[in-house]
């Protein structure tokens, strides 16, 4: 099986230090992702482990073989490498430029052989451009020119594969078939499969492991579940990310939040409560959340929408199963987070038997004296599926003191309003 | 051996770029100094060759240098390819045997109407050998290309190549009685050289005590002046007549002049000679007199500028005679009344 | 799909015919010039001349001639004639090997200085009536020209060299630098040239006028040899264009072949233009007319580039001749007056320079 070793090495450019003691090792079947924020170093390894920038310190090791003894045609038999992007100044055809992966095979006096072409076509195949074998490479759209470069990458044979952002340039369903072959080739030949990623999401979903670079260091190396992390994420890139396991495909996506606003605002001392459901919360929870105030949520079913960003966004969330009424318990439970907010917001979802429970809460924060709001952008009367008992609800509330809004934008100077009141008689 | 010491840092090995060392740099400075001593050596050898004694019928030795057999003796077909080999030859009487000359030959009035093949470098080769000529005369300097790639394949039909490349007075001297020799003019060009003698000791004898002029002669301007040195033929006939080249101390066949050499050597005669590159620069008497700061001179300031004929001036013939008679008259008009 | 498979090897047997047609028109075109020029021998005459002259053959043939045409045929237009393709060919492929190197389709073959370096020679030579001629058979004027240009592209390459590696693009800003100082030199020495100024305009220009078998004896098997050398490493120059490091990672040591090729090239252009002084444009535009109509395979490109330069020097000296007789036009001014066009209208047709 084919093994890379990496021996603590050190590259510079001139006399700047890139890349400061890379140590790891890979072995055939497996592909590693390289990611890191630009500068980190990451095409700067590529070009150390493909002969073409020596490291000042340290060894490149192919099977136990120095690369930088070896010749380069003997390295080229193995270690095949996909760029960014090719210029080719010159009209060769497709197929010219893919045989050309077959240079390691063919001597100096010698020229290509029945043997080259079966291989440069399969390779063509795979990579689904066979069709385009006598066009220019130069009339050839960016995704196309890419796949062409991977397939002189395959025609070469190799048994380590280095790939620079392999699919930026390709349509998403190209982008797929192609990781999608990668895999399964590395997974048949038992290759190493080197890439540098800028899409996080397609790094989860095809590495096996990665290596996050940062300022020229290994910052984390090892399975891809425990490089891509939210601390690993924020230390790196200093954005607040969350990392979750995708319920369909099971493979990690990362999702990133608007860390600039989150920043830069400063906390308020309002807590709010968000009584809501049916998606009707999902945007007010995410702009209180950006003004700075403090948020909770509840009674949300798991399957609802505002359930799923309020654990997107992290806040305390009051859930309940779905398909059945709030349950005694998360009934409790929400009156205890109402309990502790100054504010409570009502927003305009729809009422069924399920979720009556809810309107109970909003009545109770108005006892306490807590201030409700209530958002009615879409009358009660077409959100009542309990047979009238949520209108009576609302006239209710109205009746105790609950402030109606129609739409979303009266809330802020509402929240605003009752800040400056607080400053002076504050809740703990 | 620091080798070593550089081979390791911070515990890890170091790759370190192969550069050529003292003995290598040394191997390829000897090999260079070696060629150069070569070829130096090769050329020195070269120019120390004195040339064998002259064999054969009729062998002259030329002014390249070379030892030429004439084989077909006398010529009756002769091609020129300067026009100062065009005017010795019909100075000799030959001029009905002359088949062909170069563009520039336009003297005697004959001339103009003989085939031309050509000038300077550029003369045409085929051309040359299609007039099937006994014998060609060509100049030296640039036209020395043309004389090698003409020797063999006139050699093979039966023709010989003469250079004339006179350096001073004696040498046209010498390369009229050559010509004399090999067409077989020998008293013609005998009788023909008396007289040039004797013409020019006259005016050397008239002119020998008179005091001698500051001459400055201009051919050419084109930002610096061009004049001749103490090379060229003009310097020594600039002396026979009398005068004395400003720039006889400069050594050289032709130079490039400034406002201020001119200036301080204050010439009290200027000649302009008058050929084809004064003509496409617009050189004119007006246009010197009219040079900023020239008015001081000598020279402008008693109006003695002349223009002579370049033709008689520089082409090593017969008619040096003339352009020495006619620069004694403008330079010493007081002795030729 | 047996069909795309067969298309491919095809491209060698195409190959092969184009190489062929090309030294037919080569043979035809060096047969005109020969039969053609100031002195009218008739054309049966001509072929009669060369038969008689090659050995064995010579026996067969009566001699209707006179010897001054057959002096003329064999002592001037053949070696002149021999000379073009030489000069041709190097010059084209030079061209090609320089374009490849700096992926450049501007590149001639005199970027390095070659051009400059010979002129400066040349201009010394002519300048200081420098005669020496070694062994008899160089003159002082192409031995100078010769060492001008070897030493110039062997300084230009010293001052671009950094540790082992040689960085393209510093050799060219280097050849461009070095080209401007010596021009500054050379027009130094012009403007101290009298008479001979007029000489060395015209060696600069270009001509064959006054080439001798001993120039077609030396050069030949000097061209010879660069030629056959830059062309084994065709296909490696086709992967060059991709880049030096695509190149290095496809196996190709590149800095080995950029040595090979820039000596070589060095080589070919330094001997041609000592014998035929500095004849332009076949250069550069020889390789994108040839690179249009044949592909920009390597292969294929450098002998058909060497074999279209033959052809068009030969015609163009064959014009130089005989354009305005009894004065010989250089070569060089025809190359451009008479290529700059064609090379126009191929673009126009073709929309591009196969770039």
């Known amino acids: ?428 | 051996m620091n080798k070593t010491k550089d081979l390791i840092h911070n515990g890890r090995i170091i790759q370190p770029y192969k550069v050529m060392n003292m003995e290598q740099k040394i191997i390829v400075i000897a090999v260079i100094m070696i060629l150069i001593a070569g070829i130096t050596g090769v050329a020195i050898w070269q120019l120390s060759q004195t040339p064998e004694k002259p064999t054969g019928p009729i062998s002259v030795i030329d002014d390249a240098n070379r030892n030429v057999t004439i084989i077909s003796y006398p010529p009756e077909r002769i091609v020129s390819l300067a026009p100062s080999c065009t005017e010795i030859l019909f100075a000799l009487g030959l001029g009905d045997k002359v088949v062909g000359v170069d563009t520039y030959s336009d003297y005697p009035e004959e001339a103009k109407n003989i085939e031309k093949v050509g000038s300077y470098a550029a003369i045409n080769i085929e051309g040359v050998l299609g007039l099937e000529p006994d014998l060609v005369l060509a100049t030296g300097g640039i036209q020395l290309t043309v004389v090698e790639a003409l020797e063999e394949p006139l050699g093979e039909i039966g023709g010989a190549i003469v250079v004339l490349y006179p350096k001073n007075v004696t040498g046209v001297f010498e390369n009229i009685k050559m010509v004399g020799k090999i067409t077989g003019k020998i008293d013609e060009a005998n009788e023909l050289v008396a007289n040039m003698e004797s013409r020019i000791q006259e005016v050397i004898d008239k002119t020998e005590d008179a005091p001698r002029p500051r001459v400055y002669v201009e051919f050419y301007f084109n930002g610096g002046y061009r004049s001749y040195g103490s090379e060229s033929m003009v310097n020594e006939m600039i002396y026979k007549a009398g005068g004395i080249n400003i720039f006889a101390g400069f050594a050289g066949k032709h130079l490039s002049t400034s406002d201020e050499a001119i200036l301080s050597a204050n010439p009290e005669v200027i000649i302009i000679s008058k050929g084809a590159m004064a003509e496409s620069c617009g050189l004119t008497p007006d246009v010197i007199k009219s040079r900023e700061g020239w008015d001081q001179l000598s020279a402008v300031k008693n109006d003695r500028i002349y223009e002579i004929d370049e033709a008689i001036l520089v082409r090593g013939g017969p008619r040096i005679v003339d352009a020495i008679e006619e620069l004694a008259i403008l330079i010493h008009p007081e002795l030729f009344s | 799909m047996k069909h795309e498979e067969v298309n491919y090897f095809k491209r060698f047997k195409r190959w092969k015919m184009i190489i062929i047609f090309l030294i037919f028109a080569l043979a035809f075109a060096i047969s005109l010039s020969v039969a053609v020029g100031q002195m009218q021998i008739s054309l049966s005459n001509t072929w009669e001349i060369i038969i008689k002259n090659i050995p064995f053959l010579g026996d067969f043939v009566n001699n209707g001639f006179s010897k001054t045409e057959e002096v003329i045929i064999m002592s001037v237009r053949l070696p002149r004639a021999i000379a073009a393709v030489i000069v041709g060919a190097a010059l084209a492929v030079a061209g090609v090997v320089l374009q490849g190197l700096f992926r450049n389709p501007m590149a001639d073959p005199y970027l390095l200085g070659i051009s400059s370096g010979a002129a400066l020679g040349a201009a010394v030579a002519i300048g200081f009536g420098i005669r020496i001629s070694l062994a008899g058979i160089f003159d002082s004027i192409q031995l100078m020209a010769f060492a001008g240009a070897l030493i110039t592209v062997f300084a230009v390459y010293n001052i671009a060299k950094k540790g082992p590696k040689v960085p393209m693009l510093t050799v060219l800003l280097a050849g461009i630098a070095v080209t401007s100082f010596l021009s500054a030199m050379i027009s130094v020495i012009m403007i101290t040239l009298g008479e001979s100024l007029h000489s060395l305009i015209f060696w600069l220009f270009g001509t064959l006028n006054g080439i001798k078998w001993s120039d077609v004896m030396v050069s030949l098997p000097l061209v010879m040899i660069g030629l056959f050398v830059i062309m084994i490493f065709s296909r490696q120059l086709n992967i060059m264009l991709l880049g030096e490091d695509e190149a290095q990672r496809l196996g190709v040591d590149t800095e080995r072949l950029k040595k090979i090729m820039l000596i070589f090239a060095t080589l070919i252009t330094a001997t041609v233009v000592s014998i035929s002084g500095i004849i332009g444009f076949i250069g550069l535009v020889v390789p994108h007319i040839t690179r249009n109509l044949v592909g920009p395979d390597h292969r294929i490109l450098m002998p058909a580039s060497a074999l279209a330069g033959a052809i068009i020097v030969v015609l163009c000296d064959m014009m130089a001749r005989i354009a305005i007789q009894p004065a010989e036009a250089p070569v060089g001014v025809l190359t451009a007056f008479f290529g700059a066009p064609f090379f126009l209208y191929l673009l126009r047709k073709k929309k591009g320079m196969g770039v």
């Not at chain 1, 192919?62 to 690369?67: A, C, E, F, S, T």
């Not at chain 1, 070469?156 to 620079?164: A, H, K, S």
């Not at chain 1, 948020?295 to 929408?305: E, F, H, K, W, Y």
């Not at chain 1, 105790?400 to 607080?422: H, N, T």
């Open chain 1, 1 to 428: 099986m084919v093994r890379l070793k990496i021996n603590g090495i050190d590259c510079f450019y001139g006399s700047i230090k890139v890349l400061e003691n890379i140590a790891f090792s890979v072995e055939g079947g497996e592909i590693v992702g390289i990611l890191g924020p630009n500068g980190s170093g990451k095409t700067t390894l590529l070009k150390s482990i493909s002969r073409i920038l020596k490291p000042k310190v340290g060894t490149v090791l192919l099977d136990d073989v120095d690369i930088y003894v070896m010749k380069a045609i003997d390295l080229a038999k193995n270690l095949a490498v996909v760029p960014q992007d090719t210029n080719v100044t010159f009209d060769f055809t497709a197929l010219d430029l893919v045989l050309m992966g077959r240079n390691p095979y063919i001597g100096l006096l010698e020229r290509e052989t029945e043997k080259d072409l079966a291989i440069a076509k399969k390779a063509m195949e795979l990579t689904n451009i066979w069709h385009l074998v006598d066009r220019k490479v130069s009339e050839l759209s960016g995704g196309e020119r890419q796949r062409v470069v991977i397939a002189r990458a395959l025609a070469q044979e190799p048994r380590v594969l280095l790939l620079d952002e392999p699919t930026s340039h390709l349509d998403i369903n190209y982008q797929i078939e192609i990781m999608d072959l990668l895999k399964e080739l590395c997974k048949e030949r038992k290759l190493i499969i080197l890439a540098v990623f800028h899409d996080f999401n397609l790094a989860a979903r095809y590495c096996d492991s990665a290596i996050l670079l940062n300022e020229g260091r290994i910052v984390f190396i090892g399975p891809i579940d425990t490089v891509l992390t939210d601390e690993n994420i924020e230390k790196v890139f200093h954005i607040n990310a969350i990392v979750k396991r995708h319920p369909i495909t099971n493979s990690l996506y990362v999702v990133p939040l608007c860390t600039s606003e989150l920043k830069s605002v400063q906390p308020r001392a309002l807590k709010v409560h968000m009584i809501s459901g049916g998606g009707t919360g999902a945007s007010l929870m995410r702009i209180l959340l950006e003004h700075g105030y403090k948020i909770s949520a509840g009674v949300l079913n798991v399957l609802d929408t505002d359930y799923e960003v309020a654990c997107t966004l992290g806040i305390p969330v009051v859930s309940d199963a779905p398909f059945s009424s709030i349950t005694e318990e998360a009934h409790k439970a929400n009156l205890n987070k109402i309990v502790n907010a100054n504010v409570v917001i009502l927003s305009d979802a729809p009422f069924g038997r399920g979720n009556l429970k809810n309107l109970g809460a909003a009545m109770m924060a108005l006892e306490k004296g807590i201030t409700t709001i209530v958002v009615e952008e879409k009358p009660i009367q077409e959100r009542d599926f309990t047979g009238g008992y949520a209108q009576a609800s609302y006239m209710e509330l109205r009746r105790r003191g609950a402030i109606f809004v129609e739409s979303y934008d009266q809330i802020l100077p509402i929240l605003e309003e009752l800040e400056d009141k607080q400053e002076i008689v504050r809740k703990v």
